[in-house]
């Protein structure tokens, strides 16, 4: 596997510089693609048990009653 490259942009002299990362880079890079999964994870989660509450709410809703369009002016 290659080191992955950065590069520098230095604005005030217009000069780029492109280089292998370093040990530090290379481990804050890890460290923000793990962090990056577990956010991605999370609000996948987070998602998944909105939508089961939602669901929820709208058989709770129906069970009473309502018809569909009822529940979905009142829920969504």
């Known amino acids: ?5 950065i ?3 230095d604005i005030a002299t217009g000069q780029s510089v492109t ?3 370093n040990a530090a880079e290379l481990a804050q890079l ?3 693609k793990v ?3 577990a956010r991605i ?5 987070a998602k998944a ?3 089961a509450k939602v669901l929820s709410a709208k058989n709770k809703l129906k069970a009473l009653g309502l018809t569909d369009a009822e529940v ?5």
């Open 7 to 9: 590069t520098i942009n």
């Open 35 to 37: 962090a990056n999964e």
């Open 49 to 51: 048990l909105n939508d």
């Open 72 to 76: 979905t002016a009142l829920v969504g």
């Open 30 to 32: 890890e460290a923000d």
């Open 1 to 5: 596997m290659t080191t992955p490259k």
């Open 41 to 45: 994870k999370a609000e996948s989660d």
């Open 19 to 21: 280089r292998n990362m």
